[in-house]
């Protein structure tokens, strides 16, 4: 049957008078142009305004393009969040090229593989990191790959190990460049790798169109008012530090660079910058709520964005008592980074204290650019019920979940399963729509046939006064199959043992779910500040052999 045509199919067709390709290249280029005197990047004694970012961005491009980089390129960067870190963000996808930010905390074979499965083409290498670049491509056997190192004033004496340096390169380009926008807003804008701990990792494909959408969304969700100033704790190489980057552009806010992770210079910076918001994962809220108090004089509002891992309850009330409104997302590399956010509801202005933080800890309902968002079976597809009890996997779709693994379709198939994306977390659905995560899939707990979440076991732990960090795997049980095994990083000067911990958690938990084993240790983690579980559960595991 002909499909019928109405009076809006004739004529209407779209021109470039109204119609362009979503991208968040056009951010940038509006800011430049309506706030050019607004303060851009502080780094140290660095400070630019739009004005200037955008010429370098646009000179960095200019650059690249005259060295061969266009279309379907890829161009990798390993660095810390510097200024040069941000401004890749728009000069490399100007070009029409992909931009790879590259895990710092990564080995060289493995950086090694992800150059060569990327195919890039020029790697920027930030002093920091110049050894650990030099091995990589070493191994990677590319000596035709083009190496431009970034100097940084903190690192004089640093050897150089490219052809040429950032500022070389910048001076090479037109900083009037006319770049256009790509010819589809489909096109690739970055390239993110997976953790890869069961095996080679696997690059997640973003394009034009889910960056733009991701970064507007940021802002809306958040409740950025105009011109934030915006601490970077978020490593730019992880997600493309959540799409906020573009967001900060887009918001023509302030990017107040931090080379290190530590709790003195990110008080002192939310001090004397005014910083307004910021990102960490748990971990970094935990390591600034024990931090001393005396680092903690601030007066202004400040909002942080959490997620990585489920927060604890407890992490996020000690957040809140310091002054700093938390707000939980969640996500995944395959995402854009968040997508699921714990909105905050109105009605919910009077509860306080316990059960405040407890409605903060849930991941929450779909960001405005996520258009499905269910807990499901995940053989049935079919949707669990909202009881907050039945688990079920997380399924996504929109057009914020990536096109694909690059150079891997059967991973690609894996990921989409009936139109939707397969997040492999698993979590309940609770009465009013928000979804509560309950564990990886690997990391649930299987005890005489009881399903236990180790988040929810964390949780109790989080409590604890005397306990600064915590992570639930399994232990091998010949007689339950397994149990849990709580790894504890008490806090500094305290006194643990592991029968005052489980007498703790008996008295907040069912029996069945209290940790059978306590392990006093510093947790591993990646460096974006996840627990590396996989390592626990292999001394888990040889716990239970030992057993």
Request: a negative charge; one cysteine or more.
């Amino acid at each position: 049957m002909a499909e019928r045509k109405s009076i809006y199919d004739f004529g209407l067709d779209p021109n470039p008078a109204n119609f362009v390709q979503l991208s968040p290249l056009s951010f940038i280029a509006r800011t430049a142009e309506v706030y050019p005197d607004l303060p851009a990047v502080v780094y140290g004694d660095v400070r630019r305004d739009w004005a200037e970012t955008y010429r370098r961005t646009r000179a960095m491009a200019s650059a690249l393009a005259r060295r061969g980089v266009g279309r379907g390129d890829t161009v990798s960067v390993i660095a810390a969040n510097i200024p040069e870190m941000f401004e890749l963000h728009f000069a490399v996808p100007m070009t029409q090229a992909v931009l790879n930010t590259i895990n710092t905390r990564l080995d060289a074979e493995t950086i090694a593989f992800i150059l060569n499965h990327a195919e890039a083409g020029v790697l920027f290498v930030d002093p920091e990191f110049a050894e650990l670049a030099e091995r990589a491509v070493r191994i990677a056997h590319r000596p035709d790959l083009l190496v431009v190192d970034i100097q940084d004033p903190g690192f004089q004496d640093a050897r150089r190990i490219g052809r040429a340096t950032y500022d070389e390169l910048l001076a090479e380009g037109d900083p009037d460049f006319a770049w256009s926008l790509p010819d589809s807003e489909w096109d690739a804008i970055s390239l993110n790798y997976t953790s890869g701990t069961t095996g080679d990792p696997k690059g997640v494909v973003y394009h034009h169109r889910g960056a733009a959408l991701n970064a507007l969304t940021n802002i809306l969700t958040w409740d950025m008012g105009q011109h934030a100033r915006y601490l970077w704790t978020l490593p730019m190489f992880h997600c493309n530090g959540w799409c906020f980057p573009w967001t900060i552009a887009a918001n023509a806010g302030l990017c107040v660079c931090l080379r290190a992770v530590r709790a003195e210079p990110i008080f002192q910076l939310i001090r004397d910058e005014k910083v307004t918001h910021f990102c960490g994962a748990p971990i970094v809220l935990n390591m600034l709520v024990h931090a001393p108090d005396e680092l903690k004089d601030f007066s202004h509002e400040v909002k942080v964005m959490t997620a990585g891992a489920p927060p604890p309850a407890a992490v996020i009330a000690r957040m809140e008592a310091m002054g700093v409104e938390v707000t939980q997302v969640y996500g995944l590399t395959e995402t854009y980074g968040p997508s699921v956010v714990s909105a905050w509801q109105p009605k919910w202005e009077g509860i306080a204290g316990e059960e405040r933080a407890r409605l903060k800890a849930r991941q929450g309902v779909r960001y405005l650019a996520l258009e499905g968002l269910m807990v499901a079976d995940p053989d049935t597809m079919q949707p669990v019920p909202p009881d907050g009890r039945t688990i079920g996997e997380i399924f996504m779709r929109g057009n914020v979940v990536m096109k694909g693994y690059v150079k891997n379709p059967s991973a690609t198939e894996r990921a989409f399963r009936g139109g939707w994306f397969a997040s492999g977390d698993l979590a309940v659905m609770h009465p009013d729509g928000y979804v509560e995560i309950k564990d990886r899939s690997k990391d649930i707990i299987i005890s005489g046939g009881e399903n236990i979440s180790s988040v929810e076991v964390e949780d109790v732990l989080y409590r604890h006064p005397a306990i600064m960090e915590a992570a639930v795997v399994a232990r091998p049980d010949e007689t339950w199959g397994e149990t849990p095994c709580a790894f504890v990083t008490p806090k500094p000067g305290e006194a643990l043992s592991e029968e005052e911990v489980i007498a703790f958690c008996r008295a907040n938990m069912a029996r069945f779910k209290v940790p059978k084993t306590v392990v006093f240790t510093d947790l591993p983690k990646t460096s974006t500040g996840k627990v590396q579980k996989f390592l626990l559960r292999d001394r888990a595991r040889e716990l239970g052999e030992k057993a």
